[in-house]
């Protein structure tokens, strides 16, 4: 296995500095400040040194929505040049606590004060999870100048402490708050019954996790699909399919990076995992499994419907920065909008799949495909699978 595509910056190899993603800090020149006034969308919690971890706001006056990007049609160098300019706050997490809350709390951006120690740095980093930020400082003061406006189902949500995080975040997804407000807001501490600010990577991949669970629940009751439907998308140069399989819910996905992709840069690196009934473990595949498996729980639950679903996604070297796993989310959505292709059998889906991708090698890699062909259903043979 390609270390670099398991990796995805984080520093496995040992290397004090990723080698993949050096070549973007000279990408953009900032002038240096020691101070900011203006909005802050979003906040940042760190991992490192967890418990006693460091947070702040995000600073920028630009779109930080990936809903926003792509309505406005940013490419991957303008979301690239966005994240750029954006200035992550640092400080422990102690301090900014309360302005943390009114930062998560507000459904529109607020604004805020900032004096920094010394000027902002620029230190762009990827990790594959997380959309890149560019430029960091360590905070002396901050202060928001705004009363955070949040939506009615996010201040109930909020303020009800006898509700658990994991059904906080059910709630609050089907009242229509989107998974990004969502992992905001459980980031910094304001959903549970013993509430504690959660590393934002974290928060990302539970919330993805805890939403599909409840959903899987729902498709568990919900009568199979009557044909074996094809989806297919392409978002950012990483291309999604999608094998819908008449049964009960069973997820695979695999994960193929081209040679001369980012994480790939020699090699061709192929990566998979999946599950019957409950995920054990977390997944090789990182936060794109969940982010993948989140759009299709989805979409099952709205048709009411059940089924076992392959995924497959190619990453071509046209996806030079990893933007975080909302492309794979918003990649799959896009994919189960379009109307699917009905195959005859499980062998075309397969023949039409090596067809989108050009090549079979992705099919050593299935459990899914080789199970539901040996552990046949009364209900597999009337479809002839």
Known sequence: MNLCAQCKGK???GRSKCPVTSRFQAAISMKPTDSYMGEAPSVFVGSRGFPRMSAGPLLTGEPDSPKEWLRRGYSIDDIVGVRARTIRGNAGLASVQGALCEVALSAVPVDVEARFH???RFDLTFDGTLAPVGMKGALKTIS?????KPERPVDRVTSDYDLRAADAVRVLFAEGIDERRITQLLSAGLLGVKRHAVPTRWAITAVDDTLSAGLRTQISRAPPLDTIQLYSAELFA????ILMIPGQWRFEMIEQWEKQSIWSPETETILSDGEKDIKSGYSPIAGAYYSARLGLAEHLARIGRSASILVIRRIRSGYWAPLGT???REAVRRAIQEKPEHVESLDAGVARICQIMGSGKWIGYSTLIPEIKTQKTLFDFALKL
């Open 11 to 13: 520093g496995l190899c």
């Open 118 to 120: 010394s000027p902002v």
């Open 144 to 148: 928001v100048l705004d009363n955070a």
């Open 238 to 241: 990483n291309r999604i399919i």
């Open 326 to 328: 909302w492309v794979i």
